[in-house]
């Protein structure tokens, strides 16, 4: 199986700072036909988890644009460009290339 | 819009079995995957498995084969979920979502069980 790996897990950010958070997969997420399924999800405190960002670097339908998302092969980043209180939660990378699908450990934001 | 209403909560004894609903709204239900997540309280989320409710065919996770079961009802746009001879590490936030195949995009609300003697 491919193993997921994100760094860090735990993220204490000052209001209006930057965030970035890596996912590594221990193998190339490219799919033969080209495409790379590696989506981005958030989980708010008591919520189910919304998806922002997918196949690596495409913003859904009502996410802001300071979310952003980058990367290719294994290397993967999710960058928020200016921190705002609403972004607190934990943050889930996704890939869906092979099989079974599988999601990072989760990355916890935190104001400081 | 896309909705997806997961049945209530529930708890069961160890040993016994528990089936959720995931009824689907706003799309074409035939024509996404409907996928299963669970989350153990203060943990991650753990794919399980899902179903094509176009052909009824279905994935689980090996850690879940021969427990979980997902099957659907197309004339209602509903999937279903059944997880039999539970254990207290099964208590846990079970999660519908449809996926476009493993791409996952909306979440149900999800379903919390508590497996407890």
């Known amino acids: 199986d491919v193993v997921m790996t994100q760094s860090p897990l735990s993220l204490p950010v000052t209001l209006g700072q930057p965030a970035s958070i890596s996912c590594r997969s221990s193998?190339?997420?490219?799919?033969?036909?080209?495409?790379?399924?590696l989506n981005w999800f958030q989980q708010r405190p008591g919520q189910s988890p919304r998806r922002l960002i997918y196949?690596?670097?495409n913003r859904d339908s009502g996410v802001p644009d300071r979310f952003s998302g980058s990367g290719s092969g294994t290397d993967f980043t999710l960058k928020i460009s200016r921190v705002e209180a609403e972004d607190v939660g934990v943050y889930y990378c996704?890939?869906?290339?092979?099989?079974?699908?599988?999601f990072g450990q989760g990355t916890k934001l935190e104001i400081k | 819009q896309v909705q997806l209403v997961q049945s209530g909560a529930e708890v069961k004894k160890p040993g016994a079995s528990v089936k959720v609903s995931c009824k689907a709204s706003?799309?074409?239900?035939?024509?996404?995957?409907m996928h299963w997540v669970r989350q153990a309280p203060g943990q991650g989320l753990e794919w399980m498995g899902w179903?094509?409710?176009?052909?009824?065919?279905?994935s689980y996770a090996q850690k879940f084969q021969g427990r979980v079961t997902v099957t659907r009802d197309t004339s209602i746009s509903t999937a279903y979920m059944e997880l039999s001879r539970l254990r207290s590490d099964d208590t846990a936030v079970y999660y519908c979502?449809?996926?476009?195949?493993?791409?996952?995009?909306?979440w149900g609300q999800g379903t919390l069980v508590t497996v407890s003697s």
């Open positions: 979502a449809r996926g476009e195949g493993s791409s996952i995009d909306y």
């Open positions: 706003g799309y074409s239900f035939t024509g996404y995957y």
């Open positions: 179903i094509n409710p176009n052909s009824g065919g279905t």
């Open positions: 193998q190339s997420l490219v799919y033969s036909g080209g495409d790379t399924y």
């Open positions: 196949k690596v670097s």
């Open positions: 996704m890939q869906g290339t092979h099989w079974p699908p599988r």
